[in-house]
């Protein structure tokens, strides 16, 4: 598992959908193109929101790291 540095972080453990997802957005629509938000959620659809989202945005997810029911999620504003 290879860490990403991050500029900001936005924990919605115990949180279900959608609520990992939109705190996410509202954190990127802080962030400045570039910059690096680690989600960490316990949410197991949390992954698949965010991969949709970023499908649909013009932000990158960069890496997903699940330890025991938490994940990690990496994404790159742009």
Do not use: W
Not at 35 to 40: R, T
Not at 47 to 57: A, G, M
């Amino acid at each position: 598992m290879n860490t990403i540095s991050f500029d900001h972080q936005v924990d919605a453990s115990g949180l279900l959908c959608p609520l990992p997802l939109l705190k996410s957005k509202r954190q990127l629509n802080r962030m400045q193109p570039g910059e690096v938000l680690l989600l960490i959620a316990t949410d197991p659809n949390a992954e698949d929101d965010l991969r949709k989202f970023c499908d649909q945005s013009t932000h990158q997810l960069l890496q997903v790291d699940q330890v025991d029911d938490t994940q990690r999620i990496y994404l790159q504003k742009n």
